[in-house]
């Protein structure tokens, strides 16, 4: 989808066997492994969302302008 292959690697080696607590009034709980979404307040998420995005984006447009052609 035109995303360099090393930004991809960098992002998912954070996000592999990322691990997590919940915090209560009671204590914190024990750890556990979180297999999807983002860790909360992370400054990548913006980052992450627009890269996505503008890889959706230049898809759609490839695909558009090649349909447009095919009409012509």
């Keep these: 989808m ?3 292959e090393w930004l991809v690697s960098a992002v998912m080696s954070m996000y592999t066997c990322a ?3 919940v915090r209560t009034v009671y204590g914190n709980s ?3 492994e979180v297999k999807v ?10 980052l992450l969302f627009v890269t996505v ?12 302008m ?7």
């Design 2 to 4: 035109g995303v360099e």
């Design 19 to 21: 691990k997590t607590v």
């Design 30 to 32: 024990k750890g556990f």
């Design 37 to 46: 979404g983002t860790h909360q307040g992370s400054a990548l998420c913006p």
């Design 53 to 64: 995005m503008e890889a959706i984006s230049r898809a759609s447009l490839n695909m558009s």
């Design 66 to 72: 090649s349909i447009h052609v095919l009409l012509l």
